[in-house]
Protein backbone atom coordinates (compact mmCIF):
# COMPACT_ATOMS: atom_id res chain seq x y z
CA UNK A 1 0.00 0.00 0.00
CA UNK A 2 3.08 2.13 1.03
CA UNK A 3 4.53 1.70 -2.57
CA UNK A 4 1.33 2.40 -4.55
CA UNK A 5 0.71 6.03 -2.49
CA UNK A 6 4.14 7.14 -3.51
CA UNK A 7 3.82 5.88 -7.14
CA UNK A 8 0.51 7.92 -7.36
CA UNK A 9 2.30 11.12 -5.42
CA UNK A 10 4.92 10.94 -8.18
CA UNK A 11 2.77 10.68 -10.67
CA UNK A 12 1.13 13.95 -9.18
CA UNK A 13 4.50 15.73 -8.77
CA UNK A 14 5.58 14.57 -12.50
CA UNK A 15 1.73 16.26 -13.34
CA UNK A 16 2.48 19.13 -11.52
CA UNK A 17 5.68 20.14 -13.23
CA UNK A 18 4.44 19.51 -16.32
CA UNK A 19 1.66 21.80 -16.01
CA UNK A 20 3.48 23.94 -14.62
CA UNK A 21 5.98 24.38 -17.22
CA UNK A 22 3.48 24.26 -19.92
CA UNK A 23 1.56 26.96 -18.64
CA UNK A 24 4.44 29.19 -18.16
CA UNK A 25 5.12 28.31 -21.53
CA UNK A 26 1.57 29.69 -22.91
CA UNK A 27 1.73 32.45 -20.34
CA UNK A 28 4.80 33.94 -22.04
CA UNK A 29 4.43 32.75 -25.68
CA UNK A 30 0.97 32.83 -26.68
CA UNK A 31 0.71 37.24 -27.04
CA UNK A 32 3.73 36.05 -29.21
CA UNK A 33 2.23 34.44 -31.05
CA UNK A 34 -1.25 36.55 -31.44
CA UNK A 35 0.83 39.92 -31.73
CA UNK A 36 0.66 41.94 -35.08
CA UNK A 37 3.90 43.93 -36.64
CA UNK A 38 3.93 47.37 -35.04
CA UNK A 39 1.47 49.80 -36.80
CA UNK A 40 3.18 52.07 -39.47
CA UNK A 41 3.45 55.71 -40.26
CA UNK A 42 0.13 56.40 -43.16
CA UNK A 43 2.09 57.74 -46.30
CA UNK A 44 1.65 61.20 -47.81
CA UNK A 45 -0.90 62.14 -44.94
CA UNK A 46 -2.33 65.53 -45.14
CA UNK A 47 -5.24 67.65 -44.09
CA UNK A 48 -6.12 70.71 -45.93
CA UNK A 49 -8.69 73.69 -43.88
CA UNK A 50 -10.93 75.68 -46.33
CA UNK A 51 -10.06 78.10 -43.88
CA UNK A 52 -7.93 78.02 -41.05
CA UNK A 53 -8.65 81.45 -39.35
CA UNK A 54 -8.52 81.61 -35.77
CA UNK A 55 -11.85 82.33 -34.53
CA UNK A 56 -12.34 85.74 -32.19
CA UNK A 57 -13.80 85.93 -28.90
CA UNK A 58 -13.90 88.94 -26.51
CA UNK A 59 -15.63 90.23 -23.58
CA UNK A 60 -17.51 93.45 -23.54
CA UNK A 61 -16.81 96.27 -21.65
CA UNK A 62 -19.79 98.73 -22.81
CA UNK A 63 -22.43 98.49 -24.85
CA UNK A 64 -25.06 100.97 -24.67
CA UNK A 65 -28.78 100.78 -25.87
CA UNK A 66 -29.76 101.81 -29.30
CA UNK A 67 -25.62 101.96 -29.79
CA UNK A 68 -23.55 100.55 -32.68
CA UNK A 69 -20.92 100.94 -31.36
CA UNK A 70 -18.96 98.64 -27.90
CA UNK A 71 -16.15 99.10 -26.44
CA UNK A 72 -13.85 95.11 -25.44
CA UNK A 73 -12.66 93.90 -22.24
CA UNK A 74 -8.84 94.48 -22.67
CA UNK A 75 -7.74 91.42 -20.50
CA UNK A 76 -8.70 88.13 -19.30
CA UNK A 77 -10.33 86.99 -22.66
CA UNK A 78 -8.92 84.85 -25.91
CA UNK A 79 -8.95 88.39 -27.89
CA UNK A 80 -8.57 91.56 -25.60
CA UNK A 81 -7.80 93.81 -28.70
CA UNK A 82 -9.60 94.69 -32.03
CA UNK A 83 -6.41 93.48 -34.26
CA UNK A 84 -8.15 90.30 -35.29
CA UNK A 85 -11.38 91.56 -35.99
CA UNK A 86 -12.11 93.16 -39.71
CA UNK A 87 -14.63 95.01 -41.32
CA UNK A 88 -17.75 92.42 -42.53
CA UNK A 89 -17.08 90.25 -40.01
CA UNK A 90 -20.59 89.03 -38.15
CA UNK A 91 -20.07 88.92 -34.97
CA UNK A 92 -22.96 87.10 -32.05
CA UNK A 93 -22.98 89.06 -29.03
CA UNK A 94 -23.26 85.83 -26.55
CA UNK A 95 -24.33 85.73 -22.61
CA UNK A 96 -21.21 84.14 -20.94
CA UNK A 97 -23.13 80.84 -21.25
CA UNK A 98 -22.90 81.06 -24.61
CA UNK A 99 -26.86 80.01 -24.70
CA UNK A 100 -27.44 82.12 -28.36
CA UNK A 101 -26.95 85.77 -29.33
CA UNK A 102 -28.34 89.03 -28.43
CA UNK A 103 -32.27 89.73 -30.05
CA UNK A 104 -31.51 86.49 -31.59
CA UNK A 105 -29.64 87.96 -34.28
CA UNK A 106 -25.93 88.61 -35.65
CA UNK A 107 -24.27 91.93 -36.32
CA UNK A 108 -22.04 93.30 -38.95
CA UNK A 109 -18.70 94.93 -38.31
CA UNK A 110 -18.51 98.35 -39.87
CA UNK A 111 -15.20 99.56 -39.27
CA UNK A 112 -12.45 99.09 -36.01
CA UNK A 113 -11.97 102.21 -34.22
CA UNK A 114 -9.22 101.63 -32.10
CA UNK A 115 -7.59 98.59 -30.57
CA UNK A 116 -11.04 98.14 -27.97
CA UNK A 117 -13.75 100.04 -30.16
CA UNK A 118 -15.59 98.96 -33.53
CA UNK A 119 -18.53 99.88 -35.04
CA UNK A 120 -21.23 97.51 -35.83
CA UNK A 121 -24.51 97.30 -37.79
CA UNK A 122 -27.61 97.60 -37.49
CA UNK A 123 -27.44 99.34 -33.80
CA UNK A 124 -28.45 97.19 -30.80
CA UNK A 125 -31.90 97.31 -29.17
CA UNK A 126 -33.34 98.88 -26.36
CA UNK A 127 -31.68 96.50 -23.66
CA UNK A 128 -27.24 97.16 -23.13
CA UNK A 129 -24.51 94.73 -23.41
CA UNK A 130 -23.87 93.19 -20.10
CA UNK A 131 -20.40 93.70 -18.66
CA UNK A 132 -19.98 89.80 -18.53
CA UNK A 133 -21.08 89.25 -22.47
CA UNK A 134 -18.84 88.22 -25.08
CA UNK A 135 -18.01 89.03 -28.56
CA UNK A 136 -18.20 86.02 -30.70
CA UNK A 137 -16.86 86.03 -35.05
CA UNK A 138 -17.15 82.46 -35.88
CA UNK A 139 -14.77 81.08 -38.36
CA UNK A 140 -15.52 77.61 -39.50
CA UNK A 141 -13.87 75.16 -41.87
CA UNK A 142 -14.34 72.10 -44.10
CA UNK A 143 -10.86 69.20 -43.59
CA UNK A 144 -10.00 67.82 -46.60
CA UNK A 145 -7.48 64.49 -45.04
CA UNK A 146 -5.98 62.25 -47.44
CA UNK A 147 -3.17 59.26 -47.21
CA UNK A 148 -2.14 56.98 -48.74
CA UNK A 149 -2.50 52.90 -46.68
CA UNK A 150 0.72 50.84 -46.32
CA UNK A 151 -1.25 47.73 -45.38
CA UNK A 152 -4.56 46.72 -45.80
CA UNK A 153 -7.71 47.27 -44.40
CA UNK A 154 -9.90 44.37 -44.26
CA UNK A 155 -13.18 44.10 -45.04
CA UNK A 156 -14.44 44.29 -41.69
CA UNK A 157 -12.12 47.08 -40.27
CA UNK A 158 -12.70 51.05 -40.16
CA UNK A 159 -10.47 54.02 -40.49
CA UNK A 160 -10.98 55.98 -37.41
CA UNK A 161 -10.28 59.96 -36.93
CA UNK A 162 -9.45 61.81 -33.87
CA UNK A 163 -10.04 65.66 -33.98
CA UNK A 164 -9.72 67.52 -30.72
CA UNK A 165 -12.24 69.24 -28.50
CA UNK A 166 -12.27 71.51 -25.37
CA UNK A 167 -12.06 70.16 -22.09
CA UNK A 168 -15.51 71.84 -20.79
CA UNK A 169 -18.63 70.07 -20.52
CA UNK A 170 -21.55 70.69 -22.58
CA UNK A 171 -19.46 72.93 -24.98
CA UNK A 172 -18.01 70.67 -27.67
CA UNK A 173 -21.06 70.72 -29.74
CA UNK A 174 -22.72 74.07 -28.87
CA UNK A 175 -21.89 75.97 -32.41
CA UNK A 176 -19.58 78.53 -30.56
CA UNK A 177 -15.93 78.67 -30.73
CA UNK A 178 -13.83 77.19 -27.93
CA UNK A 179 -11.14 78.48 -25.59
CA UNK A 180 -9.43 76.85 -22.51
CA UNK A 181 -5.94 77.73 -20.42
CA UNK A 182 -3.68 75.49 -23.19
CA UNK A 183 -4.03 74.02 -26.81
CA UNK A 184 -3.89 70.53 -25.24
CA UNK A 185 -7.32 71.49 -23.57
CA UNK A 186 -8.50 73.12 -26.55
CA UNK A 187 -10.11 72.33 -29.62
CA UNK A 188 -13.00 72.48 -32.69
CA UNK A 189 -16.38 72.74 -31.53
CA UNK A 190 -18.48 70.52 -33.75
CA UNK A 191 -21.40 72.24 -34.59
CA UNK A 192 -23.72 70.10 -34.85
CA UNK A 193 -21.85 67.96 -37.70
CA UNK A 194 -23.38 64.59 -38.40
CA UNK A 195 -22.75 61.84 -40.39
CA UNK A 196 -24.42 62.91 -43.46
CA UNK A 197 -22.04 66.16 -43.62
CA UNK A 198 -18.59 63.43 -43.95
CA UNK A 199 -17.52 61.64 -47.40
CA UNK A 200 -14.97 59.46 -48.50
CA UNK A 201 -13.60 58.58 -51.99
CA UNK A 202 -10.63 55.51 -52.67
CA UNK A 203 -8.22 54.87 -55.56
CA UNK A 204 -6.74 51.42 -55.63
CA UNK A 205 -9.64 50.09 -53.88
CA UNK A 206 -13.41 50.16 -54.11
CA UNK A 207 -15.63 52.52 -52.57
CA UNK A 208 -17.52 50.32 -49.82
CA UNK A 209 -17.45 52.78 -46.90
CA UNK A 210 -20.01 53.68 -44.79
CA UNK A 211 -19.93 57.02 -42.53
CA UNK A 212 -20.91 54.87 -39.06
CA UNK A 213 -20.83 57.17 -36.47
CA UNK A 214 -19.65 61.11 -35.73
CA UNK A 215 -19.43 61.15 -32.07
CA UNK A 216 -19.25 64.64 -29.95
CA UNK A 217 -16.35 65.51 -27.17
CA UNK A 218 -16.68 64.96 -23.71
CA UNK A 219 -15.23 66.95 -21.13
CA UNK A 220 -12.90 64.06 -21.14
CA UNK A 221 -12.57 62.68 -24.74
CA UNK A 222 -12.31 64.33 -27.93
CA UNK A 223 -14.51 64.48 -31.41
CA UNK A 224 -14.53 60.31 -33.57
CA UNK A 225 -15.47 59.88 -36.83
CA UNK A 226 -15.47 56.26 -37.81
CA UNK A 227 -16.20 55.08 -41.07
CA UNK A 228 -16.98 51.37 -41.78
CA UNK A 229 -15.25 49.49 -44.86
CA UNK A 230 -18.41 46.72 -45.56
CA UNK A 231 -17.14 44.90 -47.87
CA UNK A 232 -13.86 43.45 -49.30
CA UNK A 233 -10.37 44.72 -48.15
CA UNK A 234 -8.60 47.92 -49.20
CA UNK A 235 -5.54 46.86 -50.35
CA UNK A 236 -1.97 48.55 -49.29
CA UNK A 237 -1.27 51.66 -51.26
CA UNK A 238 -4.70 53.24 -51.68
CA UNK A 239 -5.18 56.70 -51.67
CA UNK A 240 -8.53 57.87 -49.25
CA UNK A 241 -9.44 60.67 -49.32
CA UNK A 242 -12.07 62.17 -46.18
CA UNK A 243 -13.72 65.55 -46.28
CA UNK A 244 -15.44 66.58 -43.01
CA UNK A 245 -18.24 69.45 -43.91
CA UNK A 246 -20.05 70.61 -46.14
CA UNK A 247 -21.96 73.29 -47.03
CA UNK A 248 -24.59 72.76 -43.99
CA UNK A 249 -21.85 71.70 -41.76
CA UNK A 250 -18.84 72.57 -41.01
CA UNK A 251 -16.16 72.47 -37.93
CA UNK A 252 -15.66 75.67 -36.00
CA UNK A 253 -12.43 76.58 -35.51
CA UNK A 254 -10.91 77.26 -32.21
CA UNK A 255 -10.81 80.72 -30.36
CA UNK A 256 -7.01 82.12 -29.12
CA UNK A 257 -6.09 79.99 -26.19
CA UNK A 258 -6.49 82.40 -22.69
CA UNK A 259 -2.75 82.00 -21.84
CA UNK A 260 0.67 81.70 -23.75
CA UNK A 261 -1.02 82.83 -27.44
CA UNK A 262 0.76 85.21 -29.25
CA UNK A 263 -0.85 87.21 -32.49
CA UNK A 264 0.05 85.95 -35.47
CA UNK A 265 2.03 82.66 -34.40
CA UNK A 266 -0.38 80.06 -35.43
CA UNK A 267 -1.55 77.73 -32.52
CA UNK A 268 -1.09 74.13 -33.76
CA UNK A 269 -3.39 71.23 -32.95
CA UNK A 270 -3.36 67.08 -34.00
CA UNK A 271 -5.95 65.37 -35.93
CA UNK A 272 -5.16 61.43 -35.46
CA UNK A 273 -6.27 59.19 -38.05
CA UNK A 274 -6.02 55.41 -37.64
CA UNK A 275 -7.19 52.32 -39.40
CA UNK A 276 -7.63 49.51 -37.58
CA UNK A 277 -9.17 45.60 -38.46
CA UNK A 278 -12.23 44.41 -37.08
CA UNK A 279 -11.07 44.05 -33.47
CA UNK A 280 -10.07 47.59 -32.93
CA UNK A 281 -6.37 46.74 -33.62
CA UNK A 282 -4.42 49.49 -34.86
CA UNK A 283 -2.94 48.76 -38.22
CA UNK A 284 -1.31 52.04 -39.51
CA UNK A 285 -1.57 55.53 -38.23
CA UNK A 286 -0.59 59.24 -38.84
CA UNK A 287 -0.53 62.67 -36.69
CA UNK A 288 -1.45 65.60 -38.51
CA UNK A 289 -0.78 68.84 -37.47
CA UNK A 290 -2.95 72.08 -38.34
CA UNK A 291 -2.44 75.45 -37.20
CA UNK A 292 -4.99 78.28 -37.05
CA UNK A 293 -3.80 82.04 -36.78
CA UNK A 294 -5.28 85.21 -36.84
CA UNK A 295 -6.07 86.61 -40.30
CA UNK A 296 -4.21 83.62 -41.84
CA UNK A 297 -5.26 80.39 -44.14
CA UNK A 298 -3.23 77.40 -42.90
CA UNK A 299 -3.54 74.32 -43.82
CA UNK A 300 -0.69 71.71 -42.82
CA UNK A 301 0.69 68.27 -43.82
CA UNK A 302 2.36 67.89 -40.56
CA UNK A 303 3.87 65.14 -38.30
CA UNK A 304 6.27 66.43 -36.41
CA UNK A 305 7.13 70.78 -36.43
CA UNK A 306 5.13 73.30 -38.77
CA UNK A 307 5.27 76.96 -37.60
CA UNK A 308 4.20 80.00 -39.94
CA UNK A 309 4.62 83.58 -38.57
CA UNK A 310 3.22 86.60 -40.14
CA UNK A 311 5.20 89.93 -39.17
CA UNK A 312 4.91 93.48 -39.05
CA UNK A 313 7.66 96.18 -40.30
CA UNK A 314 8.45 99.54 -39.38
CA UNK A 315 7.97 102.61 -41.99
CA UNK A 316 11.94 103.76 -43.26
CA UNK A 317 12.63 100.17 -43.52
CA UNK A 318 14.02 98.93 -47.17
CA UNK A 319 12.46 96.27 -48.65
CA UNK A 320 12.01 94.91 -51.94
CA UNK A 321 14.17 97.74 -52.83
CA UNK A 322 12.03 99.95 -51.85
CA UNK A 323 11.39 102.88 -48.39
CA UNK A 324 8.35 101.85 -46.35
CA UNK A 325 6.32 104.75 -45.86
CA UNK A 326 3.94 102.68 -43.19
CA UNK A 327 4.21 100.45 -39.77
CA UNK A 328 2.64 97.50 -40.47
CA UNK A 329 1.59 94.73 -37.80
CA UNK A 330 1.31 91.15 -37.51
CA UNK A 331 -2.41 91.45 -38.85
CA UNK A 332 -3.00 94.84 -40.51
CA UNK A 333 -1.53 97.01 -43.47
CA UNK A 334 -2.79 100.64 -42.69
CA UNK A 335 -2.23 102.84 -45.43
CA UNK A 336 -4.31 105.37 -43.47
CA UNK A 337 -5.00 108.81 -45.52
CA UNK A 338 -4.04 108.86 -49.11
CA UNK A 339 -3.28 112.52 -50.08
CA UNK A 340 0.30 112.17 -52.16
CA UNK A 341 -2.21 110.58 -55.83
CA UNK A 342 -0.54 108.96 -58.84
CA UNK A 343 2.51 108.35 -56.41
CA UNK A 344 3.54 104.99 -55.04
CA UNK A 345 2.64 103.92 -51.34
CA UNK A 346 5.01 101.32 -49.95
CA UNK A 347 4.52 98.40 -46.94
CA UNK A 348 5.99 95.73 -45.99
CA UNK A 349 5.23 92.39 -43.98
CA UNK A 350 7.65 89.70 -43.01
CA UNK A 351 6.37 85.59 -43.47
CA UNK A 352 8.35 83.01 -41.81
CA UNK A 353 8.10 79.25 -42.42
CA UNK A 354 10.26 76.33 -40.24
CA UNK A 355 9.16 73.04 -40.37
CA UNK A 356 11.09 69.57 -40.26
CA UNK A 357 8.78 67.99 -43.29
CA UNK A 358 11.12 65.67 -45.46
CA UNK A 359 9.13 66.72 -48.71
CA UNK A 360 9.17 70.43 -47.80
CA UNK A 361 6.00 73.01 -47.98
CA UNK A 362 4.53 75.90 -49.87
CA UNK A 363 3.17 78.79 -48.72
CA UNK A 364 0.19 80.77 -51.11
CA UNK A 365 -1.89 84.14 -50.81
CA UNK A 366 -4.65 85.28 -51.77
CA UNK A 367 -7.14 88.05 -51.34
CA UNK A 368 -11.07 88.21 -50.23
CA UNK A 369 -12.16 90.82 -53.08
CA UNK A 370 -10.38 93.81 -54.67
CA UNK A 371 -10.16 97.02 -52.30
CA UNK A 372 -14.14 97.84 -51.84
CA UNK A 373 -15.42 101.35 -51.05
CA UNK A 374 -16.96 100.85 -47.25
CA UNK A 375 -15.92 96.84 -48.36
CA UNK A 376 -18.14 96.65 -51.01
CA UNK A 377 -18.24 93.75 -53.22
CA UNK A 378 -15.90 94.62 -56.46
CA UNK A 379 -17.38 92.01 -59.22
CA UNK A 380 -15.20 90.75 -61.18
CA UNK A 381 -11.51 90.78 -61.88
CA UNK A 382 -11.36 94.23 -63.66
CA UNK A 383 -13.16 96.18 -61.06
CA UNK A 384 -11.64 99.94 -60.76
CA UNK A 385 -12.49 103.13 -59.94
CA UNK A 386 -16.07 103.58 -62.02
CA UNK A 387 -17.00 100.66 -59.37
CA UNK A 388 -15.76 102.11 -56.42
CA UNK A 389 -12.92 99.68 -56.00
CA UNK A 390 -9.45 100.04 -56.04
CA UNK A 391 -8.26 97.88 -59.02
CA UNK A 392 -5.53 94.90 -58.92
CA UNK A 393 -2.89 96.51 -60.55
CA UNK A 394 -1.94 95.78 -64.14
CA UNK A 395 1.39 96.39 -64.17
CA UNK A 396 3.74 98.43 -66.98
CA UNK A 397 1.52 96.34 -69.25
CA UNK A 398 0.37 92.98 -67.92
CA UNK A 399 0.17 91.43 -64.71
CA UNK A 400 -2.82 89.57 -64.33
CA UNK A 401 -1.31 86.23 -64.77
CA UNK A 402 2.37 86.67 -64.76
CA UNK A 403 4.80 88.80 -63.17
CA UNK A 404 5.67 92.27 -64.89
CA UNK A 405 7.34 95.89 -64.37
CA UNK A 406 5.34 98.02 -62.19
CA UNK A 407 7.26 101.64 -62.41
CA UNK A 408 4.92 103.79 -64.27
CA UNK A 409 3.16 106.00 -61.85
CA UNK A 410 0.26 106.55 -64.29
CA UNK A 411 -0.65 102.64 -63.54
CA UNK A 412 -3.03 102.63 -60.71
CA UNK A 413 -3.91 99.68 -57.72
CA UNK A 414 -2.71 97.49 -55.58
CA UNK A 415 -0.03 94.71 -56.23
CA UNK A 416 2.80 92.69 -54.73
CA UNK A 417 6.71 91.85 -54.91
CA UNK A 418 8.63 89.34 -52.75
CA UNK A 419 12.41 89.56 -51.41
CA UNK A 420 14.19 87.03 -49.47
CA UNK A 421 15.51 88.17 -46.64
CA UNK A 422 16.50 84.18 -45.23
CA UNK A 423 16.98 81.49 -47.61
CA UNK A 424 16.01 81.53 -51.68
CA UNK A 425 12.50 79.99 -50.74
CA UNK A 426 10.31 83.83 -52.89
CA UNK A 427 9.01 82.36 -55.99
CA UNK A 428 10.20 85.40 -57.44
CA UNK A 429 11.61 88.58 -56.23
CA UNK A 430 11.27 92.45 -56.64
CA UNK A 431 14.54 92.84 -59.23
CA UNK A 432 14.40 89.51 -61.12
CA UNK A 433 15.25 90.07 -65.01
CA UNK A 434 17.02 93.18 -64.11
CA UNK A 435 13.29 94.77 -63.24
CA UNK A 436 13.21 97.66 -60.49
CA UNK A 437 9.88 96.50 -59.31
CA UNK A 438 8.71 93.15 -60.12
CA UNK A 439 4.77 92.70 -59.05
CA UNK A 440 2.36 90.30 -59.56
CA UNK A 441 -1.43 90.94 -58.06
CA UNK A 442 -2.94 89.33 -55.31
CA UNK A 443 -5.23 86.09 -56.42
CA UNK A 444 -8.84 87.55 -56.56
CA UNK A 445 -11.21 84.96 -54.56
CA UNK A 446 -14.62 87.06 -55.54
CA UNK A 447 -13.42 86.29 -59.23
CA UNK A 448 -12.51 82.66 -58.12
CA UNK A 449 -8.64 83.37 -59.31
CA UNK A 450 -5.91 80.43 -58.16
CA UNK A 451 -3.63 81.12 -55.09
CA UNK A 452 -0.22 82.44 -55.55
CA UNK A 453 2.22 80.30 -54.47
CA UNK A 454 5.24 82.90 -52.90
CA UNK A 455 7.23 80.42 -50.96
CA UNK A 456 7.99 76.68 -51.39
CA UNK A 457 10.91 74.47 -50.60
CA UNK A 458 11.49 70.83 -51.40
CA UNK A 459 12.96 69.90 -48.03
CA UNK A 460 12.99 71.04 -44.28
CA UNK A 461 13.92 74.82 -43.53
CA UNK A 462 14.83 76.74 -40.09
CA UNK A 463 13.22 80.41 -40.62
CA UNK A 464 12.77 80.53 -44.19
CA UNK A 465 12.45 84.25 -44.31
CA UNK A 466 10.94 86.74 -46.85
CA UNK A 467 9.64 89.70 -47.10
CA UNK A 468 6.03 90.62 -49.03
CA UNK A 469 6.55 94.18 -50.29
CA UNK A 470 2.76 95.75 -50.87
CA UNK A 471 2.55 98.35 -52.96
CA UNK A 472 -0.48 101.23 -53.54
CA UNK A 473 -1.34 103.74 -56.38
CA UNK A 474 -4.50 105.64 -56.40
CA UNK A 475 -5.53 108.15 -59.24
CA UNK A 476 -6.69 111.66 -57.83
CA UNK A 477 -9.99 110.74 -59.54
CA UNK A 478 -9.94 107.53 -57.07
CA UNK A 479 -13.79 108.29 -55.29
CA UNK A 480 -13.05 109.37 -51.41
CA UNK A 481 -14.01 106.60 -48.46
CA UNK A 482 -12.62 103.93 -46.54
CA UNK A 483 -11.02 100.85 -48.78
CA UNK A 484 -10.26 97.64 -47.59
CA UNK A 485 -9.94 93.74 -48.51
CA UNK A 486 -8.26 90.79 -46.58
CA UNK A 487 -5.12 89.35 -46.85
CA UNK A 488 -5.13 85.28 -45.95
CA UNK A 489 -1.56 83.23 -46.72
CA UNK A 490 -1.46 79.24 -46.53
CA UNK A 491 0.86 77.01 -44.96
CA UNK A 492 1.41 73.24 -46.13
CA UNK A 493 3.94 70.84 -45.91
CA UNK A 494 4.05 67.30 -46.64
CA UNK A 495 6.35 64.80 -45.00
Request: include cysteine; glycine fraction near 8%; charge should be negative.
Amino acid sequence: MVYVRERKLRKLISFLIIFTILFYHYLFTLPLKWSRIDSATLLNASITLSNSRLSYRAGVDTGAANSSVVTIDSSGNPDNNTNHLFPNDVVCFAGPNLDGCYEQKTYTVANIINSTTFNFSPPLGTNPLGSNDLIIASQSATHTLTFTTVNAIPANGDILITIPAVNIAGKTNDGFPDTNNSIASNGFDLNGLAASNVSISSTGCANNWTIAAVTPGTATTDHTIRIDRTTNSCGPSSTITITIGDNNKKLINPAPILTGHTQGVADIYTINVQTRDGSDNIIDQADIKVAVIEGVLVSATVEETLTLTVAGVNTNTTACGQTTDVTTTATSVPWGLITNFGAFQEAAQTVTVSTNASSGYTVTVEENDQMGRNGITCTGANAGEANQCIQDTTCNTNCTTTSDEWTNTSKYGLGFSLANISGTNASFVFNESGRTFSTKQFPDQEANEPKEIIMSANGPVASAQVYVCYRLNVSATQPAGYYFNVIKYTASAKF
